[in-house]
């Protein structure tokens, strides 16, 4: 019934792709990110970088073995302890062996092609000397390769370690030791109009590349994927192919994770970063675990129709949110939920969007059980659906 041919605006050779509203299963990556004002396109972000890592899988400072159910973040990650503001060429000579350049493979199949392979591009960010990489989930998805080159020219191919598709935030792994991890900072004492500077590989090309500017404003909340974020803003220069390169601050350290910028006429300096403070849990819990815990799997992905064109071109006869696919075996299923139905409310609150379903979702967590209310047929159906966490 519904077929989505857009594609994301990211960097690709044969195809671009991204990745489908919703929260229920993989669909293959091949929407637009969008923006409440603007196109986005998705470039961006996460470098941290972090040393440590022997105390999740080895042994700490006095021998003793530490699981990785029991390390911290503070066990972990090498936090930044800099507090002297550095020149930007000072900055760049600390922070740049801590980014890589992150190239993907994946295998397309057209509707009206055979198979062949698209290749992407994007940065990340080392977290610990022994190869942990923290990117962005959109930079690597659907990768059947993933190659990560350092600032020193050396190749290696990494492995998935884990995504969490709610942050963004994906971490890989290379087999390599004595790596420069990032020193990660505090976000929480950033104000507008501190320096900042963005490291990444623009344009899938240009690896190690270097751009200065400010924060411009805080806790911008803006849509992507129909997730809401709250994100940092920056006017330093950001482009396709920064996504998964990190932000450092005045001294060095790694604030943010470059995300997205905002593109169209007339439109320039806006980029976009999720503070490092949001995400440091997140690294730790798919380096532990591959997967966030916690997190709500509907077992449903979701189709925006907002326009009464878009109502005409996938034959439905209004707008709203409809379920495009339902997982099968899934508690969606198991309620009778079917691909079609118009939603038209959760817990009671009338919804027209999958970012407002997902926000009302936010408010529970799993094992809890909400009624859902569709639209089928011209009838009204009422489900119960009982919460079950994402695992990989």
């Known amino acids: 019934m519904f077929e989505n041919d857009?594609?994301?605006?990211?960097?690709?050779?044969?195809?671009?792709?991204?990745?489908?509203?919703?929260?229920?299963?993989?669909?293959?990556?091949?929407?637009?990110?969008?923006?409440?004002?603007?196109?986005?396109?998705?470039?961006?972000?996460?470098?941290?970088?972090?040393?440590?890592?022997?105390?999740?899988?080895g042994v700490n400072d006095d021998s003793t073995a530490l699981s990785p159910e029991s390390a911290s973040v503070e066990a972990v990650f090498l936090t930044g302890s800099l507090s002297e503001s550095l020149s930007i060429p000072e900055i760049a000579e600390m922070a740049a062996p801590s980014v890589v350049e992150?190239?993907?493979?994946?295998?397309?199949?057209?509707?009206?092609?055979?198979?062949?392979?698209?290749e992407g591009a994007g940065s990340g960010v080392i977290i610990t000397e022994d190869g942990y990489i923290v990117t962005n989930n959109h930079v690597i998805e659907g990768a059947e390769k993933i190659t990560v080159r350092l600032v020193t020219g050396?190749?290696?191919?990494?492995?998935?370690?884990?995504?969490?598709?709610?942050?963004?935030?994906?971490?890989?792994?290379?087999?390599?030791?004595?790596l420069s991890p990032a020193?990660?900072?505090?976000?929480?004492?950033?104000?507008?109009?501190?320096?900042?500077?963005?490291?990444?590989?623009?344009?899938?090309?240009?690896?190690?590349?270097?751009?200065?500017?400010?924060?411009?404003?805080?806790?911008?909340?803006?849509?992507?994927?129909?997730?809401?974020?709250?994100?940092?803003?920056?006017?330093a220069a950001i482009n396709p192919g920064n996504s998964g390169g990190g932000l450092f601050d005045g001294s060095g350290n790694l604030i943010?994770?470059?995300?997205?910028?905002s593109s169209g006429t007339d439109v320039e300096g806006l980029g976009f970063a999720i503070p490092i403070n949001d995400v440091k849990s997140v690294m730790l819990e798919l380096m532990q675990n591959g997967y966030v815990r916690g997190r709500i799997e509907l077992g449903m992905t979701f189709l925006d129709i907002a326009s009464n064109q878009e109502a005409m071109m996938y034959r439905v006869s209004q707008t709203g949110v409809y379920i495009l696919k339902v997982t099968g075996g899934s508690n969606a299923e198991t309620a009778g939920l079917r691909s079609g139905d118009l939603v038209v409310s959760v817990e009671g609150t009338e919804v027209s969007t999958a970012a407002e379903i997902m926000s009302v979702i936010d408010g529970y967590e799993v094992g809890d059980s909400i009624e859902i209310k569709v639209m089928r047929s011209s009838e009204e159906k009422v489900s119960t659906l009982t919460l079950e966490e994402s695992k990989p």
Do not use: F, H
């Open 102 to 118: 992150i190239t993907t493979e994946v295998i397309v199949t057209g509707q009206r092609t055979p198979q062949y392979v698209s």
């Open 183 to 235: 020193a990660l900072g505090d976000s929480s004492t950033l104000v507008v109009g501190n320096q900042v500077v963005a490291i990444g590989n623009p344009l899938g090309q240009l690896g190690g590349t270097v751009t200065d500017g400010i924060i411009s404003a805080l806790d911008r909340d803006i849509t992507l994927d129909d997730q809401t974020m709250s994100l940092l803003q920056t006017n």
């Open 154 to 178: 050396d190749e290696y191919i990494a492995a998935l370690i884990g995504t969490d598709e709610q942050t963004d935030v994906a971490i890989i792994k290379i087999e390599a030791s004595g």
């Open 256 to 261: 943010g994770i470059v995300v997205a910028k």
């Open 6 to 57: 857009e594609e994301r605006d990211d960097i690709r050779e044969g195809s671009s792709y991204g990745s489908q509203a919703g929260w229920g299963s993989a669909e293959p990556p091949n929407a637009k990110r969008k923006m409440k004002w603007g196109r986005i396109i998705a470039v961006a972000s996460i470098c941290i970088v972090v040393s440590v890592s022997s105390l999740i899988n």
